[in-house]
């Protein structure tokens, strides 16, 4: 399984930004789906997760209003809207592929997730 995350890049505050993640393998709508995120000198932290078929999502509380995460299973492609972003927003982004025995659930866990993608830099300057 591979994970492609892109999208990323420098954006004012109040700006909005669509980040994907392209994901290789047949059984990418088997699985439910994460977002998670790390600022420089951080560590990792969830940011949402969606369902294997998109009808159930769930988010940190500090994102919960602004950001949504949806994928199209048919494109094997997951995607995360950021809106009315902030500067403490500014993190790598990593999509993420759960594990089997969580992959009906909404695993909010870094440990619960077993496939990584490499990152795509969000950049909010204030």
């Known amino acids: 399984v591979q994970l492609q995350a892109s999208g990323g890049g420098l954006v004012q505050a109040g700006g909005s930004l669509r980040i994907s993640c392209a994901a290789s393998?047949?059984?990418?709508?088997?699985?439910?789906m994460g977002w998670f995120r790390q600022a420089p000198g951080k560590e990792r932290e969830f940011v949402a997760s969606?369902?294997?078929?998109?009808?159930?999502?769930h988010y940190a509380p500090p994102v919960e209003d602004r950001f949504t995460v949806s994928r199209d299973n048919a494109k094997n492609t997951l995607y995360l809207d950021l809106n009315s972003l902030k500067p403490e927003d500014t993190a790598l982004y990593f999509c993420?592929?759960?594990?089997?025995?969580?992959?009906?659930?909404?695993?909010?866990?870094?440990?619960?997730?077993?496939?990584w993608g490499q990152g795509t830099l969000v950049t909010v300057s204030s």
């Open positions: 993420a592929r759960s594990k089997d025995d969580v992959k009906l659930l909404l695993p909010s866990s870094v440990l619960e997730y077993e496939y």
């Open positions: 393998g047949r059984d990418f709508g088997d699985y439910a």
């Open positions: 969606i369902s294997w078929t998109g009808a159930h999502t």
